[in-house]
T-cell receptor, first 111, second 113 residues
Framework: TQLLEQSPQFLSIQEGENLTVYCNSSSVFSSLQWYRQEPGEGPVLLVTVVTGGEVKKLKRLTFQFGDARKDSSLHITAAQPGDTGLYLC???????????FGDGTTLTVKP | NAGVTQTPKFRILKIGQSMTLQCTQDMNHNYMYWYRQDPGMGLKLIYYSVGAGITDKGEVPNGYNVSRSTTEDFPLRLELAAPSQTSVYFCASNRDRIGHTIYFGEGSWLTVV
């Protein structure tokens, strides 16, 4: 079983602060995705990274895929209350045909 | 497009009862999944299907069954419900395995008492 460990599990910060959440595994993934989930809703895709070392930016969010394709990070600059939610990473193994999800990081941004 | 639609939204079951969670998608996706999510946790894969007539077990299949008679529908059956099956269930689909977006339904909140 491929495992994805996310850290920290919980993060509470003030508006305007920066933060980084991590997604680590001992396994290599074909690609990795980050999702954001708000209470009472299903997860929504933020980004997919495919190439080792790849960096993608989405406004104030920066996603990085590790060179060995075993880990990833999500950095948020100047966090806003609207960023509050559960952030999930999902590693895709092409051969297995399915994704493995981490347990998520619950982010709370206080105004 | 409706995307992924799952019903019911909420359900309370008594221990030992059975029920089916319905899931349908209108995107002509080959891959469909059922996940469960316990409070504050990530998603655990119950079953998945790579196409009509094909299903496979995920991480936590015990106590569940699925079928995939059509591309659109992927119902999840709970037999002999147990309190441990109290959770939020998400149906999802994607076009194929190569990193495409997984589209999720809105979730079904199930409580077994």
């Amino acid at each position: 079983t491929q495992l994805l460990e996310q850290s920290p599990q919980f993060l509470s910060i003030q508006e305007g602060e920066n933060l980084t959440v991590y997604c680590n595994s001992s396994s290599v993934f074909s690609s990795l995705q980050w999702y954001r989930q708000e209470p009472g809703e299903g997860p929504v895709l933020l980004v997919t990274v495919v190439t080792g070392g790849e960096v993608k930016k989405l406004k104030r969010l920066t996603f990085q895929f590790g060179d060995a394709r075993k880990d990833s990070s999500l950095h948020i600059t100047a966090a806003q209350p609207g960023d509050t939610g559960l952030y999930l990473c999902a590693g895709l193994n092409t051969n297995a045909g399915k994704s493995t999800f981490g347990d998520g990081t619950t982010l709370t941004v206080k105004p | 497009n409706a995307g992924v639609t799952q019903t019911p939204k909420f359900r309370i079951l008594k221990i030992g009862q059975s029920m089916t969670l319905q899931c349908t998608q209108d995107m002509n996706h080959n891959y469909m999944y059922w996940y469960r999510q316990d409070p504050g946790m990530g998603l655990k894969l119950i079953y998945y299907s790579v196409g009509a007539g094909i299903t496979d077990k995920g991480e936590v299949p015990n106590g569940y069954n699925v079928s995939r008679s059509t591309t659109e529908d992927f119902p999840l059956r709970l037999e002999l419900a147990a309190p441990s099956q109290t959770s939020v269930y998400f149906c999802a689909s994607n076009r194929d395995r190569i990193g495409h977006t997984i589209y999720f339904g809105e979730g079904s909140w199930l409580t077994v008492v």
